[in-house]
């Protein structure tokens, strides 16, 4: 994991670092006090990003990336230098299984209840307005039952069933 400090562009300068112009960077998880996680994934190799400060999701900033004393600092220095290549490189692209997909779901049904969101919210986020719009009240509701069945997953995954997918990829 790289770490690194954000702070805001100043208006009129060019900004070093613009989130929405790096396609490799395919997810951000902003944790507990506004931490966020970029995760830089090509078809060779992943790299988490911890960016502190100003957040790089809402807009242009400038980052300044901080190597503990007690790191090892041949390794981060490795991680630095491929730094650029990995931002240039295409993102992989896995196809991934019904279960993968489910679970992903599930998280995201867990999390967007915790905060008070409906299922056709929660149900935007997984599959997207659109989808949403032309599915939601079609025969069958499949897509209503679909986040109903996720949220159940979520919830327990969240009670003790990530032991489970835990043992399953340690094997």
Avoid: N
């Amino acid at each position: 994991m790289l770490e690194a400090v954000a702070r805001r562009a100043p208006s009129g300068t060019p900004a070093r670092f613009v989130l929405a112009d790096q396609t490799c960077i395919r997810h951000v998880v902003i944790g507990p006090r506004d931490i966020e996680h970029l995760l830089i994934r090509t078809s060779e190799r992943s790299l988490t990003v911890r960016v502190t400060g100003h957040r790089a999701s809402r807009g242009p900033v400038h980052l300044k990336f901080v190597i503990p004393a007690e790191s090892r600092v041949k390794e981060a220095a490795a991680i630095l230098a491929s730094y650029p290549d990995l931002l240039t490189m295409r993102s992989r692209w896995v196809k991934k299984t019904s279960e993968q997909m489910l679970t992903r779901d599930a998280f995201i049904a867990f999390d967007g209840h915790a905060a008070g969101a409906s299922y056709r919210e929660m149900a935007e986020a997984v599959h997207g307005q659109k989808r949403v719009r032309e599915e939601w009240s079609g025969r069958g509701c499949s897509m209503k039952e679909r986040m109903r069945r996720a949220l159940a997953k979520g919830q327990a995954l969240c009670h003790g069933g990530h032991r489970k997918l835990v043992e399953q990829a340690c094997r």
